[in-house]
């Protein structure tokens, strides 16, 4: 299981992402924990979380995933273990949301706070902000690394042409720049990614961190009707992938699953993994079980032929 560099950040992640927004929604605060060692245990080291995370659940206020990774981290010392990245700018209530430099600065203090760390190692625009310039933007985040309290810099729900301006605007202006993107993409998710930003990524290498990495559990296999839509509280997403297109992704699924013996969530990251130019799939899980499931992906070596019937079955 080789390293990979978050753009040309300088930093390195094995390929697989753990997705913080289980944290202090589906998992409490000791599952939490016990998720967050065993992922360590398995040798990976790349955890991905949000200020936001999990502000929608009835009671919560934000910042609950950050709280709990805090702790974590703090009782067992593994700061130097993981590489550890958060994001800014969903709405976390009043006008705290955006991207203007006094809002990003209260926020980075927040979740460093929080995080109970002096640092983060990756700080990412969480939404784009379009009532902000992006010299802005970028100028307030170029200062944080300066001050030492981010490494790298990533953006998620940018547009492409959007993304490609902000790049434009470090470049122009001396500011560090944008060094991952997190899109949606999964086996059955592909259209918008490969059309719009593969090609803008690979050129300009920029790390790929994909969000929705298992279609909200779908790939996971364990959906297959509408009658399974209960066993989660994710299973109202999964819906519309119940089609022609999505039956025949699960059978391909399964076939390479059995072949590898292992399970179609497995496969499933690991053919986004497979996929020139995607630096980490971001998954989480809710058990341990789940959680060493997900994990064997990375040492899944997949077939050329394994690759090719998976992306025949979800050709768009």
Same mark, same amino acid.
């Given at each position: 299981?080789?390293?990979?560099?978050?753009?040309?950040?300088?930093?390195?992640?094995?390929?697989?992402?753990?997705?913080?927004?289980?944290?202090?929604?589906?998992?409490?605060?000791?599952?939490?924990?016990?998720?967050?060692?065993?992922?360590?245990?398995?040798?990976?080291?790349?955890?991905?979380?949000?200020?936001?995370?999990?502000?929608?659940?009835?009671?919560?206020?934000?910042?609950?995933?950050?709280?709990?990774?805090?702790?974590?981290?703090?009782?067992?010392?593994?700061?130097?273990?993981?590489?550890? *990245?958060?994001?800014?700018?969903?709405?976390?209530?009043?006008?705290?949301?955006?991207?203007?430099? *006094?809002?990003?600065?209260?926020?980075?203090?927040?979740?460093?706070?929080?995080?109970?760390?002096?640092?983060?190692?990756?700080?990412?625009?969480?939404?784009?902000?379009?009532?902000?310039?992006?010299?802005?933007?970028?100028?307030?985040?170029?200062?944080?690394?300066?001050?030492?309290?981010?490494?790298?810099?990533?953006?998620?729900?940018?547009?492409?042409?959007?993304?490609?301006? *902000?790049?434009?605007?470090?470049?122009?202006?001396?500011?560090?720049?944008?060094? +991952?993107?997190?899109?949606?993409?999964?086996?059955?998710?592909?259209?918008?990614?490969?059309?719009?930003?593969?090609?803008?990524?690979?050129?300009?290498?920029?790390?790929?961190? +994909?969000?929705?990495?298992?279609?909200?559990?779908?790939?996971?296999?364990?959906?297959?009707?509408?009658?399974?839509?209960?066993?989660?509280?994710?299973?109202?997403?999964?819906?519309?992938?119940?089609?022609?297109?999505?039956?025949?992704?699960?059978?391909?699924?399964?076939?390479?699953?059995?072949?590898?013996?292992?399970?179609?969530? *497995?496969?499933?990251?690991?053919?986004?993994?497979?996929?020139?130019?995607?630096?980490?799939?971001?998954?989480?899980?809710?058990?341990?079980?789940?959680?060493?499931?997900?994990?064997?992906?990375?040492?899944?070596?997949?077939?050329?032929?394994?690759?090719?019937?998976? +992306? +025949?079955?979800?050709?768009?």
């Amino acid at each position: 299981m080789e390293k990979r560099e978050l753009g040309k950040s300088g930093i390195q992640v094995y390929p697989f992402c753990f997705g913080g927004n289980v944290f202090g929604w589906t998992a409490d605060q000791k599952t939490s924990f016990t998720l967050l060692d065993a992922f360590v245990d398995a040798g990976f080291d790349f955890v991905d979380t949000a200020d936001v995370y999990s502000k929608w659940l009835p009671g919560n206020t934000g910042g609950e995933s950050e709280t709990i990774i805090g702790k974590w981290l703090k009782q067992g010392g593994k700061r130097d273990k993981i590489i550890l *990245a958060t994001k800014v700018g969903k709405p976390m209530g009043d006008d705290k949301k955006g991207l203007s430099k *006094a809002y990003i600065t209260q926020a980075v203090e927040a979740s460093l706070n929080r995080l109970q760390t002096d640092y983060v190692d990756l700080y990412q625009s969480h939404d784009d902000d379009q009532d902000t310039p992006l010299a802005e933007s970028l100028e307030t985040f170029d200062d944080l690394i300066k001050q030492g309290k981010v490494r790298a810099l990533g953006a998620s729900n940018y547009g492409a042409e959007r993304f490609k301006e *902000a790049l434009q605007v470090s470049e122009e202006n001396g500011f560090a720049r944008y060094e +991952t993107l997190q899109p949606e993409y999964n086996l059955y998710d592909r259209e918008d990614y490969e059309y719009k930003y593969e090609s803008l990524c690979r050129e300009s290498n920029i790390g790929v961190i +994909t969000y929705y990495s298992l279609a909200s559990g779908f790939l996971t296999g364990k959906y297959r009707s509408e009658a399974d839509l209960n066993k989660s509280q994710r299973g109202g997403g999964v819906k519309k992938y119940l089609n022609g297109r999505g039956y025949k992704i699960l059978a391909a699924l399964d076939k390479v699953a059995e072949e590898y013996n292992a399970t179609p969530a *497995a496969v499933s990251l690991a053919w986004v993994m497979a996929r020139p130019g995607i630096t980490a799939p971001i998954a989480s899980a809710t058990s341990v079980q789940q959680t060493n499931d997900l994990a064997k992906a990375a040492q899944l070596n997949l077939s050329g032929e394994a690759i090719k019937i998976l +992306t +025949t079955a979800s050709n768009y």
